[in-house]
């Protein structure tokens, strides 16, 4: 079984509507992260979460809002959706670990969303 | 501004050759590099890291080399196999306080012919 999950795979919706992807992992992992990734631009921060009670903006937050239900599950919305949000989007983990250190992310699968 | 860049899109290799990838990085404040490997439809899966503290890491066919007074790394994979065929994306991050925030590059679509 998959250690990150992300719902759904794929979405097709239309410029004004309401959506919501959802990440859930099973590693036990504190920190959870939302990035995009657009053809040739490589995977942008959106937004990330180092507890349920501690989410923060990444750089490209603008248009964007999370939920952290539970220590295992971080939900990114789309507001009003617009075109240019069309992307790739993963969701990502990592251990919290000792300051100073770095901690791998571990990413979920993927969510391929079309604003049309 | 880009902080991490790969300058080549894309790369062609025969199978059993080297394969090299690079990466540059501006900041210096980054301490830490990461490989990722990207197949179509599937998240990223972490390669391989190194520390700046060294110059070398290697795992199996995959080895990274660090320069840090060019601000320059790279991956070499030797021999390359088809199953290699994939997007790399090089990522690096500083140590700390902001130890959780990866910047990527861009990416580098290597294909391995048979």
């Known amino acids: 079984d998959a250690d990150v999950t992300q719902t759904p795979r794929n979405r097709i919706t239309k410029t004004g509507k309401r959506i919501m992807l959802e990440c859930s992992q099973t590693k036990g992992h504190d920190r959870m992260y939302w990035y995009r990734q657009d053809p040739g631009l490589g995977l942008r921060l959106i937004y990330y979460s180092f507890d349920v009670k501690d989410i923060n903006k990444g750089e490209i937050s603008d248009g964007y809002s999370v939920s952290r239900q539970a220590q295992a599950k971080f939900s990114l919305s789309l507001e009003s959706a617009i075109p240019n949000q069309t992307a790739l989007y993963f969701c990502?983990?990592?251990?919290?670990?000792?300051?100073?250190?770095?901690?791998?992310?571990?990413f979920g699968p993927g969510t391929r969303l079309t604003v049309l | 501004d880009q902080q991490v860049k790969q300058n080549s899109p894309s790369l062609s290799v025969q199978e059993g050759r080297i394969s090299i990838l690079n990466c540059d990085y501006t900041?210096?404040?980054?301490?830490?590099f990461l490989w990722y490997k990207k197949y179509p439809a599937e998240g990223p899966t972490f390669l391989i890291s190194i520390s700046s503290i060294k110059d070398k890491n290697e795992d199996g066919r995959f080895t990274v080399f660090l320069n840090k007074s060019a601000k320059h790394l790279s991956l070499h994979i030797v021999p390359s196999q088809p199953g290699d065929s994939a997007v790399y994306f090089c990522?690096?991050?500083?140590?700390?306080?902001?130890?959780?925030?990866?910047?990527f590059g861009k990416g580098t679509l290597l294909t391995v012919n048979p």
């Open positions: 990522a690096a991050s500083a140590s700390g306080g902001s130890n959780y925030k990866l910047t």
């Open positions: 900041n210096s404040m980054f301490d830490y």
């Open positions: 990502a983990t990592s251990d919290s670990g000792e300051v100073g250190s770095y901690n791998e992310q571990f």
